[in-house]
């Protein structure tokens, strides 16, 4: 079982958390550690499943992606765990939650085309992935400090190799 972070390792993930591009020479130095530990620690909480650096999306400066919450009350996902794990593997589902309260799952979705798009997602591409026996769905008019992950499979983003990491260039 891997080790828990302990109090360096969760500054390292604030400041990461604050800001993911900050080198390993920046970090050591705000840390008071060499740059070599940074990475060390970087790398076993990265293999440890603690830690995931990725780059994020101010979603208002990109009119074209349309964000919602969904709330689903469902029936016959057997285990809502594996419920979730199919919700996941919808490319325009950033994230989804087993829940307290009024719903069992709330999932957060982006996609690209507006309404037409939401339409498609909510009343066909969801409901596949189990009984939903109600649904609603909050589009997302205006935030403020809420940074997404660029959706899967839309466009300009479609067509990056998931088995190296995104390092090719999209097809054109």
């Known amino acids: 079982m891997p080790r828990a972070p302990d109090e360096l390792d969760r500054k390292l993930m604030y400041l990461l958390g604050q800001d993911g591009g ?3 020479q920046v970090l050591a130095e705000q840390l008071g550690i060499t ?5 060390s620690r970087l790398r076993a909480l990265e293999e440890a499943g603690l830690l995931r650096v990725a780059g994020l999306l101010d979603g208002a400066r990109f009119p074209e992606l349309t964000t919602a919450l969904i709330g689903l009350n469902v029936r016959a996902y057997g285990k809502l765990g594996e419920g979730l794990e199919r919700l996941e593997a919808i490319p325009s589902v950033t994230w989804a939650a087993v829940v307290t309260g009024r719903y069992d799952v709330v999932v957060e979705v982006v996609v690209e085309g507006g309404m037409e798009a939401l339409y498609r997602l909510t009343c066909h ?3 596949q992935v189990g009984q939903v026996e109600h649904s609603e769905t909050f589009v997302v008019i205006r935030s403020r400090g809420r940074w997404i992950r660029p959706p899967r499979g839309l466009e300009p983003w479609a067509g990056l190799a998931e088995e190296d990491g995104g ?6």
């Not at 740059?35 to 990475?39: I, N």
């Not at 390092?167 to 054109?172: I, M, N, S």
Request: without cysteine.
């Open 22 to 24: 900050l080198s390993a």
């Open 167 to 172: 390092a090719t260039e999209p097809e054109k």
């Open 125 to 127: 591409e969801i409901p």
């Open 35 to 39: 740059p070599p530990t940074v990475r």
